[in-house]
């Protein structure tokens, strides 16, 4: 499969919009616009071109993060977890239909937003576990100290995924 100009043009854009919109919250713990950005490209680019832009839209974040670099592990975890994230909107894109305002829509955009959510953030905590060399006990005190922030996470996303996206989708895809 070959990228044409146009993919190259429309991957570098979101990818672009994806890192962009990782900075924008950035100081409110777990409240972002970055998987909402990959998933959108997905949807409206195709699963291929999607995966692309989570890999670079992640590359980018978690190289040149004002935070510092990612680790290793928690590198791969957010990458993966991203390509995933892009890939699922592109094959979503033709599952379910995007011209018309439904509750079934906005419900299972919701459903899918807080799935791949709460799919990063388990991923990327995995990561850490496997170089902290923590005891299981101090990875279910951790997890449990974490609930808080995978709610806020979880709702902000499903809020975005449930009333933002379909109707940018459905605007997107008529131009």
Request: without cysteine.
């Amino acid at each position: 499969m070959k990228f044409t100009r146009a993919d190259i043009a429309a991957i570098g854009i979101f990818s672009g919009l994806a890192y962009a919109g990782g900075f924008l919250f950035i100081a409110v713990p777990n409240v972002e616009i970055f998987t909402a950005a990959i998933f959108l490209s997905g949807v409206l680019l195709g699963p291929r071109n999607g995966l692309v832009v989570g890999v670079v839209g992640a590359t980018l974040y978690a190289i040149f993060n004002p935070f510092g670099v990612s680790p290793a592990p928690l590198f791969v975890a957010q990458v993966v977890s991203r390509a995933i994230i892009g890939l699922v909107g592109g094959i979503l894109r033709s599952i379910l239909d995007f011209d018309k305002v439904s509750w079934y829509n906005a419900f299972w955009l919701g459903l899918v937003g807080l799935l791949l959510t709460w799919g990063y953030d388990l991923l990327a905590d995995l990561s850490f576990f496997l170089v902290s060399g923590f005891s299981l006990q101090q990875i279910k005190i951790t997890l449990l100290g974490a609930l808080p922030f995978y709610l806020v996470h979880g709702v902000v996303n499903t809020a975005i995924f449930a009333l933002v996206l379909p109707s940018l989708i459905r605007r997107m895809q008529k131009t």
